[in-house]
T-cell receptor, first 113, second 111 residues
Framework: NAGVTQTPKFRILKIGQSMTLQCTQD?????MYWYRQDPGMGLKLIYY???????DKGEVPNGYNVSRSTTEDFPLRLELAAPSQTSVYFC????????????FGEGSWLTVV | GIQVEQSPPDLILQEGANSTLRCNFS?????LQWFHQNPWGQLINLFY???GTKQNGRLSATTVATERYSLLYISSSQTTDSGVYFC?????????????FGPGTRLSVLP
């Protein structure tokens, strides 16, 4: 069972470059999330989606964009990368809200230099 | 927004010892979950526990929603319990629920 799959696992970007972090899940989950985790810190929500075509900002959305054209995929776009975006990014999914377990991908380590 | 606090921030134990981790939250929540992040960064769900008590092997959790806290108990700790323990509370977003995470408790179990 693949679960939640993120790519790439590691990436180094130069300041001002753009990239997309890919996330796909094969559990037919409606809810998908992107979190970032800075060193020694907890997870902060960037964006979430409750279904195809519906996305909403989380706590730290600036500098990021998302789209949800299918149930399976929830890519995260970084535009004009900045050193402050150096972090570990986690994609997650759950079937629904109010009581369903949230499943995480293995994380994507991003360094902006 | 809601504030989620965890204590202690760091904990060092000898193998076999017991421990209690605490999560406080500032407002009513719909759900609370505990996660373990292992030293390789992988996040694993431990408990979904909006209220009451649950047990799973050496781990158990209790949430007192009316008093806005949750406790995670680890008994007879093992080195594989090392890592960071997060609580996350489920809150209302514009379109649905999302999770707010606490800062975590970093546990080191020494052999």
């Amino acid at each position: 069972n693949a679960g939640v799959t993120q790519t790439p696992k590691f990436r180094i970007l130069k300041i001002g470059q753009s990239m997309t972090l890919q996330c796909t899940q094969d559990m037919n989950h409606n809810y998908m999330y992107w979190y970032r985790q800075d060193p020694g810190m907890g997870l902060k929500l960037i964006y979430y989606s409750v279904g195809a075509g519906i996305t909403d900002k989380g706590e730290v959305p600036n500098g990021y964009n998302v789209s949800r054209s299918t149930t399976e995929d929830f890519p995260l776009r970084l535009e004009l990368a900045a050193p402050s975006q150096t972090s570990v990014y986690f994609c997650a999914s759950s079937y629904s809200d109010r009581g369903y377990t949230i499943y995480f991908g293995e994380g994507s380590w991003l360094t902006v230099v | 927004g809601i504030q989620v606090e965890q204590s202690p921030p760091d904990l060092i134990l000898q193998e076999g010892a017991n421990s209690t981790l605490r999560c406080n939250f500032s407002d009513s929540v719909n759900n609370l979950q505990w996660f373990h992040q292992n030293p390789w960064g992988q996040l694993i769900n431990l408990f979904y526990i909006p209220s009451g008590t649950k047990q799973n092997g050496r781990l158990s959790a209790t949430t007192v929603a009316t008093e806005r806290y949750s406790l995670l108990y680890i008994s007879s700790s093992q080195t594989t319990d090392s890592g960071v323990y997060f609580c996350a509370v489920e809150i209302d977003g514009n379109y649905g629920q999302n999770f707010v995470f606490g800062p975590g408790t970093r546990l080191s179990v020494l052999p």
